[in-house]
């Protein structure tokens, strides 16, 4: 799995990706279902990437593999958020491995 997570973030849009999730509110604008819990819409990240639906989706399916984002469905949208403990695991789990 870490090496799994390394492949995830070894590209530069998503962990681009990753830090603006780390303040969707300072970086993206009000999502329509109003809770910044639930997280931030495809399409917002995809057009602050610059990137296609395909590509975007592509880059976060990836992530969500890897176990760094979470995704919420609401209608026909999906919202992506960070999930915090994945990412303090891999973090504590890598210093270990080192």
């Given at each position: 799995?870490?090496?799994?997570?390394?492949?995830?973030?070894?590209?530069d849009?998503?962990m681009?990706?990753m830090?603006?999730?780390?303040?969707p509110?300072s970086?993206?604008?009000?999502?329509?279902h109003?809770?910044?819990?639930?997280?931030?819409?495809?399409?917002?990240?995809?057009?602050?990437?610059?990137?296609s639906?395909?590509?975007?989706?592509?880059?976060?399916a990836?992530?969500q593999?890897?176990?760094f984002v979470?995704?919420?469905r609401?209608?026909?949208?999906?919202?992506?958020r960070?999930?915090?403990?994945?990412?303090?695991?891999?973090?504590?789990?890598?210093?270990?491995?080192?």
């Amino acid at each position: 799995m870490i090496l799994e997570q390394l492949k995830a973030l070894g590209n530069d849009t998503r962990m681009q990706m990753m830090e603006w999730l780390k303040d969707p509110l300072s970086n993206f604008p009000p999502q329509d279902h109003g809770d910044p819990a639930i997280g931030v819409c495809v399409t917002h990240l995809q057009y602050k990437a610059g990137l296609s639906a395909s590509t975007a989706s592509a880059h976060l399916a990836i992530l969500q593999r890897a176990g760094f984002v979470l995704t919420t469905r609401i209608g026909k949208w999906t919202y992506y958020r960070r999930n915090e403990q994945a990412i303090d695991d891999f973090a504590s789990r890598l210093k270990i491995e080192l």
